[in-house]
């Protein structure tokens, strides 16, 4: 239910000429890039490129597309109703940050303590203090030009009021007050060390250098990074969460009996919409 793909009615519809125009609109050799780590000298790996590829590098091939409309329909709760489920799925989301936004490093600190791993705070809370799930995460995925942040967990159907509150709880305290130091240089070194893991081996480097491209990302993006989460603050990460985590856009989707845990849903819920197998 969290990721968008084809129906299947939708999916028997696309032919041959379809696949072709796909191809010829979005697979070009001019105008997209190429990212080369190794111990190579560039101007052989340029003048190789113009041999093989000739007068297709001059061509400025451009993505077709449309920019998704903003967000327009009012906050709620979506239900998809799995009669006698012995747990809810519960997904909570909103609009977030495209990955060029200038407060993306704060935004990734924020969600490390909030939700980034299994020592963050909703993971702390709602699996080793209250016992109503095995895991919960928090996320940012942030893309060319928009992006989102969200929560998801599954907790005993029974538990599914005392999880809602207990993750609307975390969000308030998030967005009202500031980390402490502890949490902030754990989170710190969190995501340090993770990216300094990322970076081992030559691919890596080459998916990250490709990011710079794809998503119009400044240079200096990743010389930059270490820097930019070590000196990311409380109240910055405080501004960050306050800005894209559980803000007026957000969603809930909860999969599980709605027999059961309608009355949580009444008491939590300003609007209440029941979907079928297929989304509607």
């Known amino acids: 239910y969290g990721m968008p793909t084809l129906m299947a009615d939708s999916l028997m519809r696309i032919t041959r000429r379809h ?86 490093s704060q935004a990734v600190v924020a969600n490390q303590i909030l939700g980034g791993s299994a020592s963050s705070r909703l993971f702390t809370v709602l699996r080793e203090r209250k016992s109503l799930t095995y895991g919960i995460y928090s996320s940012l995925d942030g893309r060319l030009r928009a992006g989102d942040w969200s929560l998801s967990t599954s907790v005993r159907t029974p538990m599914t009021a005392a999880a809602l509150d207990a993750i609307a709880t975390e969000l308030t305290l998030m967005q009202s007050a500031v980390a402490n130091d502890d949490e902030l240089s754990a989170a710190r070194r969190f995501l340090i060390g993770q990216f300094v893991m990322s970076i081992a081996s030559g691919g890596a480097v080459a998916s990250r250098i490709a990011a710079v491209r794809l998503y119009g990302l400044p240079e200096s993006t990743w010389s930059r990074y270490v820097a930019n ?42 609007r209440i919409e029941l979907r079928d197998a297929d989304g509607r």
């Open 19 to 104: 696949l072709i125009d796909a191809h010829r609109a979005g697979f070009a050799v001019g105008g997209s890039s190429l990212v080369v780590v190794g111990d190579i000298v560039p101007s052989e790996v340029e003048g190789a490129l113009r041999d093989i590829f000739a007068k297709r590098l001059d061509v400025n091939g451009e993505l077709t597309g449309t920019v998704a409309p903003a967000q327009t329909e009012a906050p709620a709760c979506h239900v998809f109703h799995v009669p006698d489920a012995v747990q809810s799925v519960i997904v909570q989301g909103n609009p977030g940050p495209k990955r060029a936004d200038d407060a993306w």
């Open 229 to 270: 989460i070590a000196t990311t603050d409380g109240e910055a990460a405080r501004a960050a969460a306050q800005r894209w985590f559980g803000n007026a856009e957000q969603h809930l989707v909860i999969v599980g009996d709605l027999d059961q845990i309608r009355p949580a849903l009444d008491a939590r819920c300003t």
